[in-house]
């Protein structure tokens, strides 16, 4: 990739999403050579690796298939990472399950609060805790940035990891160690692909984005960076005016 | 339901989108959608063949990972919503290119077949058909079959099917080896249609890649440009091309005038006029000089567009394309594009695939109702009489008489079919 410093090795978490493939694709199109993909369907990981060999004569990819919310499996992983001395540790994964759906049925709230919140700060601690140097970066977004009435339960775990990563960078400071939030705005993956296409990013430029994010190091990254600004607005409005909006 | 239009942004259809996403489970949401359903690529197609109103689209942009590169053979296998930009991309700089492309990057292979789309060297490569080694097929039986070649009926009604056998998951093309993604290309101007023909068959031999432009706006027409190239052996360090600027919304009023049309054509002409010596060019824009504008179909406003591409017999072609231009030039409708190619003598493959031997000629022109109703009317005369046909991918109003006529594989076609599967091509032009 021209002008883009990418990972000699890296591992990535959630390696199946539409997001990270893309990230991984331009870091093997601009020579990372080690790559080491785990996620929790053995078939999907195999695909994704599969392409990215074919991508280039130049990159080892491995794969690890588990339960990624399950605590013993993600402490029984981060071994394989840390012996790795990965330059990037990438947490990718995350679902966006329907507001509606989960108000009716808790055991669905309870998954997307798992899934997309507990997960992703367990993989980050554990790795944060196993490595001494490199960027650990986590996949948050702008809806954890305030709650509101359409998609808060997903916000909120998106909330969490924010917390999270924060406590991690006051952590780390100092050290050879990073910590990185990355925000995307809405995107063009499988995740929005019921979406209206006209509002969604691209998943390449996003992806570049996040990629040169990783690269510098950003403790907050807004992707595309024109969602810094949307959101300092909104996180600035006063209550009674913001709840009277249909957002 | 959610509304998606074609390229030409004719009219927006509602669908019910189903986004495959991964080869295993892609055979099984393909064998459970509950009304007819269709693949969807990138909607590259003008007309009404990717649209299925009221139905289910299978949209295969998640199908999008290579799965195996042979760099011996170059065989390259991967899934059916991988782009030609993204296959370019990345094997380019390794030696390898698509060995046949249409004049966009931004479709996907599955699209691609179903279209047998021919490119700038059809007269020494044919259609890209001609490349394919293996297709996988799904049927909304939920059967999934790998298609071995030509000698497979399947595999030829497949090829150039429009989406119409099956959904093809993954495919594997024989790709082209090259020194890198560097062309050596000139431009020649021709004064009129005999000086297009003899520099046509000058090239034959000599060029791999040939397309002509023609300025369809000024009196005594027929004048234009032709571009020729081949693959470069020498290849210069140099950094890729520039940013692709986009149309970022449909502007209320066609920009496409009558006015607009004249100064583009011949600004078009005093640039690349000056332009006329063999230089080296990077693929993208010699392959791709309009993905340069981004979303350039939004330029046609809020109505849309249509292209109107036959293919003529080469035994007295002259005729009827020079015709066609005179029709143009009176009905006023002017055409942004006016693109001719002398195609090759290779066969299609496929049983309903376009290419054929022959001159190709396609025209853009923005959607004024009855005026280009009946200006279509009257070009369609001028193919028919001469033996010709028009392309299923950029149509969206040829007569079902016109189609039959020119198409005599569809009665083999037609057993092929999937019962399941249905467009609003296919309901206009075969009746289900
Ligand atoms: C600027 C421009 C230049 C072009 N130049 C050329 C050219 O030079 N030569 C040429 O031949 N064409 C050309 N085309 C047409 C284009 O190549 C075809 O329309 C192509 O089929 C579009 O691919 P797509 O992925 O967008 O498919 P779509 O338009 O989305 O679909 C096209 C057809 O393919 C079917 N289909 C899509 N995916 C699958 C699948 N996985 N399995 C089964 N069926 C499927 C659909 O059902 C539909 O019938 C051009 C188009 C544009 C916009
Ligand atoms: N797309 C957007 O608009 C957007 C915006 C802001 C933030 N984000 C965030 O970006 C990240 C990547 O998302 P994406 O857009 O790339 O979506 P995606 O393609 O749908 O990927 C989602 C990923 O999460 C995994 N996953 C889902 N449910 C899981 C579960 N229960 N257990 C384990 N893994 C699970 C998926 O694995 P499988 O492949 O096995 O299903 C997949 O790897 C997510 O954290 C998402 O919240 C996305």
Known sequence: MAGVLVPRRAVVIGATSGMAEAVMRLWVSGGTGRLHLVGRSRER??????????????VEVTIHACDL???????????????????????????????????????????????????????????????????VAVIGSVAGDRGRRKNYLYGSSKGMVERAVEGMQHRVHGSRQRVVLIKPGPTATPMTAALDPGGLADVDEVARSIAVGIAKGAPVLYVPGQWRAIMAVIRSMPRPVFNRLDL | MTAVTAWGNLAPAEHSIVALRDRDSAPGLVASAERPGLATGLMRSYGDEPLNTGGVAWDMRGLSRLIAFDSETGDLTCEAGVTIADIQRTFAPRGWMMPVTPGTKHVT?????????????????????????????????????????????????????????????????????????????????????????????????????????????????????????????????????????????TPPLSLVNSLSLRVFNRGYFA?????????????????????????????????????????????????????????????????????????????????????????????????????????????DAIVSEAGGRL??????????????????????????????????????????
């Open chain 2, 271 to 379: 640039l690349k006029r000056s332009l006329a010596r063999e230089a080296l060019v990077h693929y993208d824009p010699f392959f791709y000089p309009l993905d340069g504008i981004g979303r350039w179909d939004r330029m046609y406003g809020p109505r849309g567009f249509h292209q109107y591409q036959c293919v003529v017999p080469s035994a007295g072609a002259r005729e009827p394309v020079s015709e066609m231009l005179k029709q143009i030039r009176v009905s006023g409708l002017g055409s942004f594009l006016g693109v001719l190619k002398v195609m090759g003598d290779e066969p299609p493959i496929g049983t309903m695939s376009f290419p054929r031997e022959g001159v190709t000629f396609a025209l853009d022109f923005p959607e004024r109702g009855d005026a280009t109703a009946a200006l279509f009317v009257r070009l």
């Open chain 2, 109 to 249: 292979v599955g699209g691609a077949i179903a279209n047998d789309v021919h490119g700038k060297n059809h007269h020494v490569a044919g259609s890209l058909g001609n490349h394919v080694v293996a297709l996988t097929l799904a049927r909304t039986d939920g059967t999934v079959t790998t298609l071995d070649g030509p000698s497979d009926p399947m595999f030829r009604a497949t090829v150039g099917g429009m989406g119409l056998t099956g959904v093809i998951l993954q495919a594997t093309i024989r790709m082209h080896r090259v020194a890198g993604p560097w062309m050596s290309a000139e431009d020649v101007v021709f004064g009129d249609l005999d000086e297009f023909f003899s520099v046509s068959a000058e090239s034959r031999d000599t060029y791999d890649y040939s397309v002509a432009w023609v300025d369809i706006t000024t009196h005594g027409g027929g004048r234009g440009i032709f571009t020729r190239g081949n693959n470069a052996v020498e290849q210069p360090p140099a950094p890729p091309p520039g940013r692709v600027v986009t149309m970022p919304f």
């Open chain 1, 69 to 135: 919310t399950d605590p013993a499996a993600i402490s029984a992983a981060v071994g394989e990472v840390s012996a790795l001395d990965p330059d990037v540790v990438l947490i990718a994964h995350g679902a966006m399950y329907e507001q509606a759906d989960m108000q009716e049925d808790l055991a669905l709230a309870d998954q997307q609060l798992r899934v997309t919140g507990v997960s992703p700060v367990l993989w980050a601690e554990a790795c944060v805790d196993a490595l001494d140097r490199g960027v």
């Open chain 2, 391 to 432: 392309y299923a991918a950029k149509d969206a109003r040829m007569p079902k008489e016109m189609f039959e006529a020119g198409y005599p594989g569809l009665d083999e076609f037609v057993a092929y079919r999937d019962p399941g599967i249905s467009s609003e091509m296919s309901r206009r032009l075969m009746g289900e």
């Open chain 1, 45 to 58: 990981l195999e695909a994704v690796a599969g392409d990215l060999a074919a991508r280039s004569d130049a």
